[in-house]
């Protein structure tokens, strides 16, 4: 590199700055597929529940529910259907605008339950109460609306059982998802939190809210997300698991011991990213209390959400995630190198402030300072190509790494044509789509510093994996278990 020292400066310390992110992502990575070929956490799991059998504690299902009348009632079928000895479902109808709570009336036949709640952390006013009189497990909360984090708030107040599970609306569940979320609680009593993996239902088909078959989604952009969530989950959630680092557990599906959830004050109503904040909050509140505690990522239980597919949804999701993670990080600042911190506070913070929260900075201005410095001379057109074929190089083996995490574990594309498909979309990811994100992440930054408030913005369901209703009345599979202690009144 050749120019003014400045500027000679700063490209080295772009370059600097490339090189630590690649090894950090390439070092998670190496774990995560360690800890699959150990056959840990993504082991064979076939034998666990007949060790545990009788010992699984009950589970409260929350549903928080806003505008989600198209995609409601597969999302509770799938909850009804799930292999689990005792659990109740509370979803909450958070001031919805649309049909979703005549929906639900209509589909599970709803009948008026007012019963006494204790107000464990604060939430808005309820408005109604109703209890299924097909599935005594089943109650819906109508309340005032405050946002999902509100609408959590208002689901653990009602809660009755020891663990939540936290499920968005738009979401299918695996029957054997709930079992195999709540083994960490089982292996290990610390264990205060436990996340799944989350995959794109674009393209499956899900009747009667059962996911009967697993496709690719037809459009290029939810086919590039599907990449995402593989690299997310499968090197991302599983690499840092191992050293009690894990900083997010994903809002669609998750398990929390009650008692923590609300001894940690709850939900915060303040903040776009309630999922993320909770999470570095428990460990923030464990660390520097010197409590044990585990919170962990186990790859097995999956759980089926919609991906958006066009671009100004995205645009709002990918803002959204960004402005929550800085309002997560500055909202628990404390644990960052605190002295108690362990590997939370000294190299997940860390990374996820320099190389995700600054990330679309230091990639959008490095890669444009690069262009001007090509451009300028200063740079040689050869080197700025092969920076470029480098950072691609990277990101497609870092996808390509994931791809194959996902064979090794799960192999859930079965078509070798679905194979070639992802390989396609890990292309295209590079050549547009990170750029793009970025930019947009960028803009998040730049209004949260300018402190403009946030919003969740409007997120469009299609639904179009789900399969028409063939027929009501018939109680699925699993709706024969037990429901939650206090269930039947």
Same mark, same amino acid.
């Given at each position: 590199? !050749?120019?003014?020292?400045?500027?000679?400066?700063?490209?080295?310390?772009?370059?600097?700055?490339?090189?630590?992110?690649?090894?950090?992502?390439?070092?998670?990575?190496?774990?995560?597929?360690?800890? /699959?070929?150990?056959? =840990?956490?993504?082991?064979?799991?076939?034998?666990?529940?007949?060790?545990?059998?009788?010992?699984?504690?009950?589970?409260?299902?929350?549903?928080?529910?806003?505008?989600?009348?198209?995609?409601?009632?597969?999302?509770?079928?799938?909850?009804?259907?799930?292999?689990?000895?005792?659990?109740?479902?509370?979803?909450?109808?958070?001031?919805?605008?649309?049909?979703?709570?005549?929906?639900?009336?209509?589909?599970?036949?709803?009948?008026?339950? +007012?019963?006494? !709640?204790?107000? #464990?952390?604060?939430?808005?006013?309820?408005?109604?109460?109703?209890?299924?009189?097909?599935?005594?497990?089943?109650?819906?909360?109508?309340?005032?609306?405050?946002?999902?984090?509100?609408?959590?708030?208002?689901?653990?107040?009602?809660?009755?059982?020891?663990?939540?599970? /936290?499920?968005?609306?738009?979401?299918?569940?695996?029957?054997? #998802?709930?079992?195999?979320?709540?083994?960490?609680?089982?292996?290990?009593?610390?264990?205060?939190?436990?996340?799944?993996?989350?995959?794109?239902?674009?393209?499956?088909?899900?009747?009667?809210?059962?996911?009967?078959?697993?496709?690719?989604?037809?459009?290029?952009?939810?086919?590039?997300?599907?990449?995402?969530?593989?690299?997310?989950?499968?090197?991302?959630?599983?690499?840092?698991?191992?050293?009690?680092?894990?900083?997010?557990?994903? =809002?669609?599906?998750?398990?929390?011991?009650?008692?923590?959830?609300?001894?940690?004050?709850?939900?915060? !109503?303040?903040?776009?990213?309630?999922?993320?904040?909770?999470?570095?909050?428990?460990?923030?509140?464990?660390?520097?209390?010197?409590?044990?505690?585990?919170?962990?990522?186990?790859?097995?239980?999956?759980?089926? !959400?919609?991906?958006?597919?066009?671009?100004?949804?995205?645009?709002?999701?990918?803002?959204?995630?960004?402005?929550?993670?800085?309002?997560?990080?500055?909202?628990?600042?404390?644990?960052?190198?605190?002295?108690?911190? =362990?590997?939370?506070?000294?190299?997940?913070? +860390?990374?996820?402030?320099?190389?995700?929260?600054?990330?679309?900075?230091?990639?959008?201005?490095?890669?444009?300072?690069?262009?001007?410095?090509?451009?300028?001379?200063?740079?040689?057109?050869?080197?700025?190509?092969?920076?470029?074929?480098?950072?691609?190089?990277?990101?497609?083996?870092?996808?390509?790494?994931?791809?194959?995490?996902?064979?090794?574990?799960?192999?859930?594309?079965?078509?070798?044509?679905?194979?070639?498909?992802?390989?396609?979309?890990?292309?295209?990811?590079?050549?547009?789509?990170?750029?793009?994100?970025?930019?947009?992440?960028?803009?998040?930054?730049?209004?949260?510093?300018?402190?403009? +408030?946030?919003?969740?913005?409007?997120?469009?369901?299609?639904?179009?994996?789900?399969?028409?209703?063939?027929?009501?009345?018939?109680?699925?599979?699993?709706?024969?278990?037990?429901?939650?202690?206090?269930?039947?009144?």
């Amino acid at each position: 590199m !050749t120019g003014p020292p400045l500027l000679v400066a700063v490209q080295w310390v772009f370059l600097a700055y490339f090189i630590g992110l690649q090894l950090t992502y390439i070092l998670l990575d190496l774990i995560a597929i360690r800890v /699959i070929r150990r056959g =840990g956490e993504a082991g064979s799991v076939s034998a666990l529940p007949q060790s545990y059998s009788g010992l699984e504690p009950p589970v409260s299902l929350l549903v928080p529910a806003f505008n989600e009348e198209a995609t409601i009632v597969a999302s509770i079928w799938s909850l009804l259907q799930l292999e689990y000895p005792s659990f109740e479902i509370v979803v909450v109808n958070d001031g919805s605008r649309d049909s979703t709570l005549e929906v639900l009336k209509r589909e599970f036949d709803l009948r008026p339950f +007012p019963e006494a !709640t204790r107000i #464990s952390v604060p939430s808005r006013r309820l408005l109604g109460m109703y209890r299924s009189a097909r599935f005594r497990n089943l109650r819906v909360i109508d309340k005032e609306n405050g946002g999902k984090a509100d609408a959590l708030n208002a689901a653990i107040n009602s809660a009755r059982c020891p663990l939540v599970c /936290i499920v968005d609306a738009d979401s299918v569940l695996q029957r054997d #998802s709930l079992t195999l979320a709540v083994r960490p609680f089982l292996e290990d009593a610390t264990t205060v939190a436990c996340g799944g993996t989350i995959r794109i239902a674009n393209g499956c088909r899900v009747s009667e809210g059962f996911l009967e078959e697993v496709g690719m989604p037809r459009s290029w952009l939810a086919r590039i997300q599907v990449v995402e969530y593989f690299r997310a989950f499968l090197f991302g959630r599983m690499g840092w698991s191992p050293l009690n680092a894990m900083l997010i557990i994903s =809002g669609a599906f998750g398990v929390f011991r009650r008692e923590a959830v609300i001894a940690a004050g709850g939900y915060r !109503t303040d903040t776009v990213g309630e999922d993320m904040d909770l999470v570095v909050r428990l460990h923030r509140v464990h660390r520097l209390a010197g409590t044990p505690y585990r919170i962990v990522f186990v790859p097995d239980p999956i759980c089926w !959400t919609e991906a958006p597919e066009s671009l100004r949804v995205l645009r709002s999701q990918r803002m959204r995630w960004q402005r929550g993670l800085l309002e997560s990080l500055a909202a628990n600042r404390r644990l960052l190198f605190h002295r108690r911190g =362990g590997a939370a506070g000294w190299l997940a913070f +860390p990374v996820m402030l320099l190389f995700e929260a600054l990330g679309p900075l230091v990639e959008l201005v490095g890669l444009a300072l690069m262009v001007v410095a090509a451009l300028s001379g200063t740079l040689s057109g050869p080197a700025f190509f092969a920076f470029l074929l480098a950072a691609m190089g990277m990101g497609l083996l870092l996808s390509a790494s994931a791809l194959l995490l996902e064979e090794m574990a799960f192999h859930t594309f079965e078509r070798p044509a679905d194979l070639g498909l992802l390989m396609a979309a890990m292309v295209l990811e590079n050549l547009g789509y990170r750029q793009l994100t970025a930019w947009w992440r960028l803009q998040a930054t730049l209004l949260w510093l300018v402190r403009r +408030p946030g919003r969740w913005g409007r997120m469009e369901r299609s639904a179009s994996w789900q399969a028409p209703p063939e027929g009501r009345g018939a109680i699925p599979p699993a709706t024969d278990s037990k429901p939650a202690p206090g269930g039947e009144r």
